[in-house]
């Protein structure tokens, strides 16, 4: 493998560590507000949620010992590590809720039934808990919550769009979890996987107020054309909590930090960092041709920097569905760029999830380099077509181009890459315009 991809894969490799759970959650601990509820001298409840839960909830037992009165881990298959003392573990789907997840979510909330004004809930929340952490609201069923959910990724509808819609369909979400814990009270530590850091939207906000109206919920449905059951659209115009006067909210890692990391690293190795975004937000195929316009011009003008360079952008891309194949937004991306990047010598790109898993696909993410639009056309596979089809996963699994880590224990949104080496060039460049 080629050094250039070899140091694209270290810099997401080092830009990842530097955001898993464990420190963020001991610090978050060990801060003035927590200590003040471990002063109060009730009970402590954990409550932990999304695809990092096992490992948020691993530090929390770990620093808080024998304080640890007991509760509920519910997290994505393949991503708890065994048992932890005191508390329950269970493994749900993602990013359609099931019935395993919503098993967990009940014995979170028989968990928090009863409690005193002086016990806490400590309430760890990463990426993917808005499908984990899961009770349909009254009158419907896990049925309604799936199909619902499936049209909403379908339709290419946003974090925070998807996220207002299933706050209604949920006993749980939209600061309702927080109504069921109370009078105890609820202390928050998140890892935000949602651009802007937006405490109402991240895991659809089970513990904080909620921003959103249903009005907001009926512009959405109309927006994307959805058509939905009368017991869902009748769920639509409950209204959810707008105050609470028992939770305390901590945000402990963010797609900032991931970029800041990923940024130093590439410094280390000795390319020009330059972070362009950390909100990118639209159509991964849309991103792609935007990160390889950006080679395009570091490669013929040396802006915004010169070669050797590193352009890093941060945010969550969504997938139109236009096909029925396999794969996730990264290795759409990275696909869509393979197009743009062609010819590029010493020009990688790499996007991949913080989380280690790219849509319902055992890959993080993909890498494509100057030469993969070629390779792939002379072994009879056409890009365009791929990406109409939705079907990148398979399209880089024949060019090496998939990113393989496995669950990472974390989840802050996702990291997009271009690396520009010392010698990157187009291939009508010449040095002084000769």
């Not at 409690?115 to 808005?130: A, M, Q, Y």
């Not at 904080?208 to 959805?226: G, M, N």
Request: net charge negative.
């Amino acid at each position: 493998m080629k050094k250039i991809r070899l140091d694209a894969l270290g810099i997401a490799a080092k830009a990842i560590e530097a955001v898993l759970p464990e420190r963020a959650v001991q610090e978050a601990l060990k801060g003035e507000a927590f200590s003040e509820r471990l002063g109060a001298g009730g009970r402590i409840i954990l409550v932990a949620i999304g695809k990092a839960a096992w490992r948020m909830a691993r530090a929390a037992s770990e620093t808080l010992g024998d304080r640890l009165y007991g509760g509920v881990v519910v997290t994505k298959y393949g991503h708890s590590g065994g048992e932890i003392e005191k508390l329950e573990i269970y493994e749900g789907g993602h990013p359609v809720p099931d019935e395993n997840g919503v098993a967990g979510t009940e014995r979170a909330l028989a968990a928090v039934k009863g409690l005193n004004p002086e016990d806490t809930v400590l309430f760890l929340v990463s990426g993917g808990g808005s499908a984990l952490f899961e009770s349909p609201a009254y009158g419907l069923d896990l049925a309604d919550l799936a199909e619902t959910t499936g049209k909403l990724l379908a339709c290419g509808a946003d974090i925070v769009e998807i996220n207002t819609i299933r706050k209604r369909l949920s006993s749980v979400k939209g600061g309702r979890f927080a109504l069921a814990a109370s009078p105890a009270h609820v202390y928050s530590v998140v890892l935000s996987d949602v651009l802007g850091d937006r405490l109402d939207s991240i895991a659809s906000g089970p513990a904080w107020p909620d921003a959103t109206s249903s009005a907001d919920a009926a512009r959405i449905v109309r927006k994307y054309d959805l058509m939905l059951s009368g017991g869902v659209m009748d769920a639509l115009s409950a209204e959810t909590p707008k105050l609470l006067d028992n939770v305390t909210s901590v945000i402990t890692g963010s797609v900032a930090a991931l970029c800041r990391a990923a940024e130093t690293e590439a410094e280390l190795m000795g390319y020009r960092p330059i972070v362009l975004t950390t909100t990118l937000d639209c159509e991964a195929r849309e991103a792609g041709a935007l990160i390889a316009s950006v080679a395009r011009e570091v490669c013929s003008s040396g802006r915004p920097a010169e070669p050797p360079c590193a352009v890093i952008m941060g945010g969550e891309t969504v997938v139109r569905l236009t096909g029925s194949g396999k794969g996730g937004r990264n290795q759409e991306l990275a696909l869509a760029a393979s197009l743009g990047i062609a010819g590029l010598e010493e020009t990688v790109v790499l996007s991949v999830g913080s989380d280690g898993t790219d849509g319902p696909t055992d890959a993080a993410g993909g890498i494509v380099d100057g030469g993969t639009a070629e390779l792939l056309t002379r072994i009879g596979v056409d890009v365009h077509s791929v990406l109409a089809a939705n079907d990148s996963y398979n399209a880089l699994k024949t060019c090496e181009g998939l990113v393989m880590t496995g669950p990472t224990g974390t989840n802050v949104n996702d990291l997009t890459l271009l690396l520009c080496g010392l010698r990157a060039r187009c291939p009508s460049y010449s040095v002084g315009g000769s």
